[in-house]
């Protein structure tokens, strides 16, 4: 089974600070993800990679970048914190691009007072 | 512009009877559909696919159908057990393209 594991379950930060999301998929996928959901909005795509030190943006990038300096391992950061990017973050990762499905991992809630 | 539409944000149902999930999408490049169920503090986790050369795809109590010509696909569930209830995302994308494009939702509710 795939596993796509996210550092924390929740997150407080306060507006301003740099923040750090983890993600890390133990196989061996080529691609991943980040989502966030918001209520009435469903999943928006912020960010994804299709390899080691490769980056495209998704449909919401602003405010936010992105690391992946090993296969397994996708990090999101927030450069400034605002109260806006409160929200529940997903990472996700896949096979290839074509028909195989993305694998989810359990999501950061992220709290920014 | 919303790409792919959920238009029912909840579905009530009884145990036992078929939920009938209904997504609509506006993009005819589409070519791979997907269905998520979501449980609250879970991440989503892959139902079922389709790709366009198809029109149906079963998985034990789940079938989705695609209806290219109307760009509609539905998700059946039968029989329809209380632990289904969760909120289910309808996802689209292009053979050539990575990234999923998410509907908002439905919350189904399954009654004992």
């Known amino acids: 089974d795939v596993k796509v594991t996210q550092s924390s379950r929740y997150l407080v930060k306060r507006t301003g600070e740099k923040v750090f999301l983890e993600c890390v998929q133990d196989?061996?996928?080529?691609?991943m993800f980040w989502y966030r959901q918001d209520p009435g909005l469903g999943l928006r795509l912020i960010y994804f990679?299709?390899?080691?030190?490769?980056?495209e943006k998704g449909d919401i990038p602003e405010g936010y970048s992105v690391s992946r300096e090993k296969k397994e391992r996708f990090s999101l950061i927030l450069e400034s914190a605002s109260t806006n990017q409160t929200s529940m973050y997903l990472c996700?990762?896949?096979?290839?691009?074509?028909?195989?499905?993305?694998?989810f991992g359990d999501g950061t809630r992220l709290s920014i007072l | 512009d919303q790409q792919v539409k959920q238009n029912s944000p909840s579905l009530s149902v009884q145990e036992g009877r078929i939920s009938i999930l209904n997504c609509d999408y506006t993009?005819?490049?589409?070519?791979?559909f997907l269905w998520y169920k979501k449980y609250p503090a879970e991440g989503p986790t892959f139902l079922i696919s389709i790709s366009s050369i198809k029109d149906k795809n079963e998985d034990g109590r789940f079938t989705v159908f695609l209806n290219k010509s109307a760009k509609h696909l539905s998700l059946h569930i039968v029989p329809s057990q209380p632990g289904d209830s969760a909120v289910y995302f309808c996802?689209?994308?292009?053979?050539?393209?990575?990234?999923?494009?998410f509907g908002k939702g439905t919350k189904l509710s399954v009654k004992p």
């Open positions: 196989m061996d996928h080529e691609n």
């Open positions: 996700a990762s896949s096979f290839d691009f074509v028909h195989q499905p993305q694998h």
């Open positions: 996802a689209a994308k292009r053979r050539s393209q990575g990234n999923l494009i």
């Open positions: 993009n005819s490049m589409f070519d791979y």
């Open positions: 990679s299709y390899d080691v030190k490769m980056k």
